[in-house]
């Protein structure tokens, strides 16, 4: 039997309305699941809100029938109308952008029917935030602050680096507790429940993003139920974005819902903090083979081209935001792949304000090569990166690419500054380019990364400025898109690239490539 206050006795009669009453109805049965003997306050709480997908099952144009019946569990159809007074309510992400959806091939009508819902959590007293990472906008719990979360890297994080108290309870009990502002006094709730069960000694060197990114999932993977596992090493420059990595991981390979970091976190000065006078259920080591072992267990094998970057969960703060900035300074821009930095809406204008939205255009890039048909043109780029088919590959009237598996099938050479690693094919490969050029419909200009001997019968043929043989490190084929402005002279072999193909900012829904550096081989 859960012993109640005053105050709950009044929501349980139904003296505060019938939503709290059925909420705390809610949170008393989920008490009794756990075997909680007692409640207590919450003051800081997120709610998953919005026309998200799963809620699909339950069909209807009211909001409040889906919410009673999917949030509360109930049949009957209760407006979400208020929450708890002393509880500081935040918006979890939402399944669409808050001012637009066409950058998100959404529809119309699931925007608008989204933000129906997001207006209805907003008269209830919901700060609407839409973001995963509330921290980020003020919801910051203190040590001994009891919390509810949608998140489960946020539960990690608000028992682990701020010492506050939460348990991993679900979308619809964080609803429950955030209208009724009561959750069950159990588990990280209770101050002796809070000790560190496992001591997990770290001998491998962690440092970057990536590397506790590794450490998380490399402890989290074998952790047991319920573990709260004290991380010992000799770690330097620990810093609020690498703790979040960790907890974050942590909570994706595992049940975990708190850490410690000894030396770092607040409730493990030491190890012997953190364990608060109990021995160890285990010590498992953490070397470089185990960071190797979880970093190939993420990647895929083989490889691919890229055609879609997204950055940002759990949302980027402004740090990271200008990190990426910085890197895409000067890089290359390819039409080829959508790129999308998340973050929460302050800091977007945040990054508005300090230009980290609005690359600068990029300065020409030049490339050196041998100049062998004299002459200065400028044009377009094609680019083949797996070259032509001589024999057949075009037609010679039109310039079009004809060659099936080719990726620049039905465009055509003509009046293009053609860029190939070399010929390919049949030993007649000149003719069909010496065709094209009698019907006017030659290529402007030659880029070849290595020239061979069908490509110089062409190009002794074509009589087209052309420059060849680049360093390995500077492949054109690589370098150059398809659609790049660039200018090729002939006399001094150089090729500059004076406008890239894609837009100049990556914005926040462009079309930006980006390579992050490849974490180094282990073992």
């Not at 960071?291 to 950055?311: M, R």
């Not at 030659?442 to 880029?447: K, M, T």
Request: with cysteine; glycine share 10%; charged share 20%.
């Amino acid at each position: 039997m859960v012993r109640l206050d005053d105050y709950e006795k009044r929501l349980l009669s139904g003296k505060e309305g019938r939503l709290k009453q059925v909420c705390l109805e809610n949170i008393l049965r989920y008490a009794e699941v756990l075997g909680a003997e007692e409640l207590c306050e919450v003051t800081k709480a997120t709610v998953f809100f919005g026309a998200h997908n799963y809620l699909n099952v339950k069909p209807s144009d009211n909001p409040d029938e889906i919410f009673s019946r999917m949030n509360l569990a109930v049949d009957e159809i209760l407006p979400f109308d208020s929450t708890y007074e002393n509880c500081y309510v935040q918006s979890c992400a939402s399944p669409c952008d808050q001012y637009a959806h066409e950058p998100f091939n959404q529809s119309a009508e699931f925007f608008h029917k989204n933000s129906e819902f997001l207006e209805q959590a907003r008269g209830a007293g919901v700060v609407i935030t839409g973001t995963c990472a509330p921290y980020l906008t003020g919801w910051l719990p203190i040590r001994g602050e009891h919390f509810v979360t949608t998140e489960s890297g946020v539960t990690v994080m608000g028992n682990s680096i701020w010492g506050a108290m939460g348990n991993s309870d679900g979308i619809e009990a964080a609803f429950w507790s955030a209208i009724c502002g009561r959750t069950p006094q159990w588990g990280n709730h209770v101050e002796e429940n809070r000790a560190g069960t496992h001591v997990v000694e770290v001998k491998a060197e962690v440092d970057s993003l990536l590397e506790w990114d590794l450490l998380g999932r490399a402890i989290g993977d074998p952790l047991a139920t319920r573990a709260v596992p004290v991380i010992s090493g000799d770690f330097r420059g620990v810093t609020f974005q690498k703790l979040r990595q960790l907890c974050t991981t942590l909570a994706i390979f595992s049940n975990c819902e708190m850490c410690h970091l000894a030396g770092h976190t607040p409730e493990a000065r030491s190890v012997e903090d953190a364990l608060r006078g109990n021995r160890p259920a285990g010590t498992p080591v953490i070397d470089e083979p185990a960071l190797q072992k979880a970093y190939e267990a993420v990647c895929d094998p083989g490889e691919g081209e890229i055609d879609f970057v997204s950055l940002g969960c759990p949302h980027y703060d402004i740090e990271q935001i200008k990190r990426v900035a910085d890197y895409l300074k000067g890089r290359r821009i390819s039409p080829n792949v959508h790129f999308m930095l998340w973050t929460v809406y302050p800091l977007k204008a945040v990054a508005d304000e300090n230009g980290y939205t609005r690359i600068p255009p990029l300065a020409p890039i030049t490339l050196k090569g041998r100049g062998v048909i004299p002459g200065i043109v400028e044009g377009e780029a094609l680019v083949c990166p797996k070259s032509i088919t001589g024999w057949g590959g075009i037609d010679p009237e039109t310039g079009i690419i004809k060659e099936y598996e080719n990726v620049n099938r039905g465009k055509s050479i003509k009046g293009k500054i053609l860029v190939m690693p070399g010929s390919k094919g049949s030993n007649g490969w000149s003719c069909y380019f010496a065709a094209a050029r009698v019907a006017g419909a030659a290529p402007l200009g030659w880029i070849f990364t290595r020239i061979d001997s069908s490509a110089g019968v062409a190009t002794a043929v074509l009589q087209i400025p052309t420059v060849v043989d680049f360093p390995e490190d500077r492949d054109p084929c690589r370098l150059i898109s398809s659609g790049d402005r660039i200018c090729l002279d002939g006399d001094t072999g150089e090729v500059v690239i004076l406008e890239a193909a894609g837009p100049a900012s990556p914005g926040w829904h462009g079309s930006q490539p980006i390579r992050p550096r490849p974490w180094p081989m282990l073992g």
